[in-house]
């Protein structure tokens, strides 16, 4: 059974610095891709970053336009934890985040339902 669990989260100021982890468990990211995701209230989930890996080396890593720059994702040696170090923090960055697993290679990682398997969130704010 795969788990994803997101960890990190919490409340900081505009310019701020956050990293988030999400820890898989019943997983092997040898295959497929991982990425994040967030959502705010009343809007869609959206795409912000993504990463795949091949040998233990980044075969991609891809941004949303808003966070480039800024946000960087990452993914530890067992490619088994991914993290996502968020800085310069704006108010706009506020959302729940959450962890995705299972993009199949060639899929567009921006599309939510190209991902199987989720965490439940962990929520950012941004704010003075």
């Known amino acids: 059974q795969v788990q994803l669990v997101e960890s990190g989260g919490g409340s900081v100021q505009p310019g701020g610095s956050l990293r988030l982890s999400c820890a898989a468990s019943g997983y092997s990211s040898r295959s497929n891709g991982m990425g994040w995701f967030r959502q705010a209230p009343g809007q869609e989930r959206e795409g912000v970053a993504a990463?795949?890996?091949?040998?233990?080396?980044?075969?991609?890593?891809d941004y949303a336009d808003s966070v480039k720059g800024r946000f960087t994702i990452s993914q530890d040696n067992a490619e088994n934890t991914v993290y996502l170090q968020m800085n310069s923090l704006k108010p706009e960055d506020t959302s729940m985040y959450y962890c995705?697993?299972?993009?199949?290679?060639?899929?567009?990682?921006?599309?939510?339902?190209?991902?199987?398997?989720w965490g439940q969130g962990t929520q950012v704010t941004v704010s003075s």
């Open positions: 990463i795949r890996t091949r040998d233990k080396r980044i075969y991609y890593a």
């Open positions: 995705a697993a299972g993009l199949s290679f060639g899929v567009n990682w921006r599309d939510r339902w190209a991902y199987p398997y």
